[in-house]
């Protein structure tokens, strides 16, 4: 199996994304973003120091995660969802990642 180390060599393989695709990337919470977000009763938060990769399920009801303005997110660090964590350590991670759920229906 070949490992991908630049965005070159993802490109190569895959090609570059469609203008839909490419046009959907924004750099803010914009309002669709905010009420799915509000609607939202489950995440999975990502975290990496460079070398180890920690990925936590959260959830609560809808409307848990907050929206501190348009670029950053308040998620409460519940006990039962991170026994074994630092509370620091989300915080001292070099790189973040969250991934926001909701039923449908």
Avoid: N, W
């Avoid at 848990?64 to 039962?80: A, G, K, N, S």
Wanted: hydrophobic share 35%; net charge negative.
């Amino acid at each position: 199996m070949a490992v991908i180390g630049t965005e070159e060599e993802l490109r190569a393989l895959y090609g570059a994304p469609s203008q839909r695709a490419a046009a959907k990337v924004i750099g803010h919470l914009d309002r669709h973003c905010r009420d799915f977000i509000a609607h939202s009763p489950f995440m999975v938060l990502a975290t990496s120091d460079g070398a180890r990769l920690d990925v936590s399920p959260k959830g609560d009801p809808a409307g848990f995660v907050q929206m501190e303005d348009d670029h950053h997110l308040i998620v409460p660090d519940r006990p039962r969802q991170q026994p074994d964590r630092r509370p620091a350590e989300p915080v001292a991670q070099s790189c973040r990642g969250a991934e926001l759920l909701h039923p449908v229906g």
